[in-house]
């Protein structure tokens, strides 16, 4: 089942923060997140896998709640590069380890 | 740098065409995939495989076929073209099934049927 991506649409400031998050239904094993720019391919940011874990790069962090089958993406300080559509995809607990991807968060960051 | 190419950015072609969207991938990986990306939709599975010659439906095959006779290509086939099937087309790749394994995807294909 697809997972619920919430919002669907985002404009920012630069420098400023934002959370994006993805919901499931089913029991999750592992979340991925992916960031497309226009006409180019989806690039792959991180993976969390079940057990609550936290992952970072720079100024974009990400959180898995097992219990609550959710993650959070962060975006902290904004820069006009974090442009784009972010995509979670989930991998649910014994499935065939396909992902499912959500629809899709756009996020606009402004000078 | 790994790469996952396909072989046309864009493509027209007219209703009741057969139409072959390739793919390929340089990472000797196992699994290969095909997604449609739609407005709104996001990314939608419509085939993938996870061998030579092995293929495996996905969440939208209908209207599609694949075909894989080397690892490293995977072939997307519109038998007969319709213009509901105007869509962006994403290819993928990834070593093995493991959850926590990296997907990488090609640049995409934006078909238009007339």
């Known amino acids: 089942q697809q997972p619920v991506q919430s919002p669907q649409a985002v404009i920012l400031r630069e420098g400023e923060d934002a959370v994006i998050n993805c919901s499931s239904s089913k029991a999750l094993y592992s979340v991925h997140w992916y960031r497309q720019k226009h006409g180019e391919a989806p690039i792959f940011l991180m993976i969390l896998l079940k057990g609550g874990e936290q992952k970072g790069h720079d100024k974009i962090s990400a959180s898995f709640n097992e219990k609550k089958q959710q993650s959070s993406l962060y975006l902290t300080a904004s820069q006009l590069s974090y442009s784009g559509t972010y995509f979670c995809?989930?991998?649910?607990?014994?499935?065939?380890?396909?992902?499912?991807f959500g629809k899709g968060t756009k996020l606009s960051v402004k000078p | 740098d790994v790469k996952v190419t396909q072989s046309s950015r864009y493509l027209v072609k007219r209703t009741g065409e057969k139409v072959f969207l390739e793919c390929v991938q340089d990472?000797?990986?196992?699994?290969m995939f095909w997604y449609r990306q739609d407005p709104g939709l996001g990314l939608r599975l419509i085939y993938f495989?996870?061998?030579?010659?092995?293929?495996e439906k996905g969440d939208i095959p209908e209207g599609y076929s694949v075909s894989r006779e080397k690892k490293e290509r995977f072939s997307l086939i519109l038998e007969s073209a319709s213009t509901n099937q105007t869509s962006m087309y994403l290819c993928?790749?990834?070593?093995?099934?493991?959850?926590?394994?990296?997907?990488?995807f090609g640049p995409g294909t934006r078909l238009t049927v007339l």
């Open positions: 990472m000797d990986h196992e699994n």
């Open positions: 993928a790749s990834k070593d093995g099934l493991a959850p926590n394994n990296e997907q990488f």
């Open positions: 495989s996870y061998d030579v010659k092995m293929k």
């Open positions: 995809g989930t991998v649910g607990e014994g499935s065939q380890g396909n992902l499912i």
